[in-house]
């Protein structure tokens, strides 16, 4: 009769995964333009998975110079362990950078009641032109990169200003995992998900010690409700994404 009580203990000790909607281009610079491709991934990106459902963005599309770009036509679904996942293939012939974004349908996660909707984005340089990094994609809650967020080494720090708004958020909480190809092993659970606040202007800095794609995610609770699928009124998680890859020294 102990088996029953003993197990809610432990599935409350236990830490909730992070998740994180991987946005992951096939390259971060492309010295030489050209296509790159572009895989969405709803899921927990250091243990690999599982694989979340997500159903078609509600907005996909990419700011390039001027001009925003509705990418939503160029997206295919795909399927991983009964899953959607979505991808695409962008051309980008002329130099500078293209900033893609998705805005994820609503997520409902029973475990903790909550609604989730993570507005990523990833910048890739075409002719690697070090220019326009800093542009922001004007979703409604944004990591706005005070680091270039390509061409980094492994080691280097990222440092960026979490927005609502357009305004920074102070002492948000950011969480950070790296795209883990089995490589690394954690010692205990502590080391799956790094956490951190920002400080009271929005800005965090943290250094990447491997090469890799890392998400940064600050987490900040939605204005209004949503309704859950049984109908009942809950909070909203939005989370601000940037994914940054570093690259090895030598590796090249």
Same mark, same amino acid.
């Given at each position: ?5 003993? /197990? ?5 000790? $236990? ?5 994180? *909607?991987?946005? @992951? ?11 790159? #491709?572009?895989? *969405?991934? =709803?899921?927990?990106? =250091? ?20 001009? /925003?770009? #509705? ?11 009964? /899953? ?8 980008? $012939?002329?130099?500078?950078?293209? *900033? ?24 890739? #340089? ?26 980094? &080494? ?19 909480? +950011?969480?950070?995992? =790296?795209?883990?190809?089995?490589? +690394?092993? !954690?010692?205990?659970?502590?080391? @799956?998900?790094?956490?951190?606040? /920002?400080? !009271?202007?929005?800005? =965090? ?7 890799? &794609?890392?998400?940064? $995610?600050?987490? @900040? ?20 994404? @940037? ?10």
């Amino acid at each position: 009769m102990r088996l029953a009580p003993l /197990a809610a203990l432990v599935l409350l000790a $236990a830490p909730a995964q992070a998740h994180f *909607l991987q946005l @992951i281009p096939s390259a971060d610079v492309l010295p030489e333009g050209g296509a790159v #491709d572009l895989a *969405l991934t =709803f899921t927990h990106p =250091f243990d690999g998975g599982p694989v979340m459902q997500m159903d078609r963005p509600v907005r996909f599309g990419m700011i390039r110079g001027d001009a /925003a770009v #509705d990418l939503l036509p160029a997206l295919t679904e795909g399927q991983v362990d009964g /899953a959607s996942v979505w991808s695409a293939r962008v051309d980008l $012939a002329e130099p500078g950078p293209a *900033l893609f974004y998705v805005e994820p349908a609503p997520y409902w996660e029973p475990a903790e009641g909550v609604m989730i909707v993570h507005y990523t984005k990833v910048l890739v #340089d075409s002719y690697a032109s070090g220019e326009g990094w800093d542009t922001p994609a004007g979703l409604p809650v944004e990591i706005l990169p005070l680091t270039r967020p390509t061409g980094l &080494w492994a080691g280097n720090s990222f440092t960026g200003v979490v927005t609502k708004g357009g305004q920074p958020v102070p002492h948000a909480e +950011v969480e950070v995992e =790296f795209i883990n190809d089995g490589s +690394v092993t !954690a010692p205990n659970d502590a080391f @799956i998900t790094q956490v951190l606040k /920002a400080d !009271a202007n929005g800005t =965090f800095t943290y250094a990447m010690p491997r090469a890799g &794609w890392w998400g940064f $995610a600050a987490l @900040i609770e939605g204005d209004a409700p949503m309704a859950s699928p049984d109908g009942a009124e809950v909070p909203v998680e939005e989370g601000a994404l @940037i994914w940054v890859k570093t690259t090895a020294m030598g590796a090249n």
